[in-house]
């Protein structure tokens, strides 16, 4: 009977998590509708001029608005956190906020093409969602900085003939994003898992996979802005296969 009732534990827990990851990725494809609807009415004009030069001047305010809700959004949440009370509201306003200002920011300056990389992201999502519910949050951690590395060497290979100061700005940002997964990983191994009193990782968590992650995005990333976009291919497929090998590791681990 003890038994019995630990599988039927198990059984509901896993249900649970099943459902939770179902209605993330159901976001993740409304999310793309919204993007498709968007690209439809801004760049084909589909709905109409006006229509489009409403977008228009909506993504030029809020390419610097936006910017502004995700931090006090942030401060919100902090805020909210702090005081005891639940901040599930102001995460999902602040998360809102942010994929907005993403959308219009890159709508705004690279209009068209902006569009075509942002539609990638949901995507991308999807699948972190699914590494997220199903694997060990490390792994996850591991995944997260791997796909930000992808992107910029997608993003190199195909726009730095044609942005190659914006692809600049980004691989900058990727670099020191990549020093903040760092010093977290530090952090997490100091407070055993926890950052702030909220537990983020299982105690006794090993973050050296993460760290040499870290190591071989920075080092992809490097060479394709030394070498050029021929050899960032090649880097490109060396870390897709690190990934490969990080999710067989860690499902072994699941087993």
């Known amino acids: 009977m003890f038994d019995k009732g630990k599988r039927e534990e198990r059984y509901e ?3 649970a998590t099943f459902n939770k990851m179902l209605l993330w990725l159901v976001g993740a494809v409304v999310v793309e509708l919204i993007i498709l609807l968007v690209k439809q009415a801004y760049v084909n004009m589909r709905l109409g001029v006006g229509l489009a030069m409403a977008l228009m001047y909506f993504f030029q305010v809020f390419s610097v ?7 006090a959004g942030i401060v919100w949440a902090v805020v909210w956190h702090r005081k005891g009370k ?3 509201l102001p995460c999902a306003l602040t998360a809102a906020a942010a994929g907005l200002w993403v959308l219009a920011l890159f709508t705004y300056v690279l209009s068209d093409v902006g569009l075509n990389i942002v539609m990638i992201l949901p995507a991308v999502g999807a699948v972190l969602i699914v590494i997220f519910f199903l694997y ?4 996850f951690l591991n995944a997260l900085v791997s796909a ?5 060497l997608w993003l190199h290979r195909q726009y730095y003939a044609t942005h190659d100061r914006l692809i600049t700005v980004l691989f900058v940002a990727g670099f020191v994003a990549l020093a903040a997964a760092l010093v977290l990983t530090f952090v997490l ?4 898992g926890k950052l702030g009193g909220v537990r983020v ?4 968590t090993n973050y050296v996979i993460t760290w040499i992650t870290c190591g071989v995005t920075a080092l992809t990333m490097a060479l394709t802005l030394i070498l050029g976009v021929s050899a960032g291919l090649y880097l490109l497929f060396a870390l897709v296969g690190w990934v490969f090998i990080q999710a067989v590791f860690f499902t072994v681990k699941l087993m």
């Open 13 to 15: 827990k896993e249900n």
């Open 189 to 192: 191994r100091a407070g055993d």
């Open 201 to 204: 990782m299982p105690a006794g």
């Open 148 to 152: 930000g590395g992808l992107m910029a």
């Open 65 to 71: 608005l936006g910017v502004v809700l995700t931090v």
């Open 136 to 139: 060990q949050r490390v792994f």
């Open 86 to 88: 639940g901040i599930v």
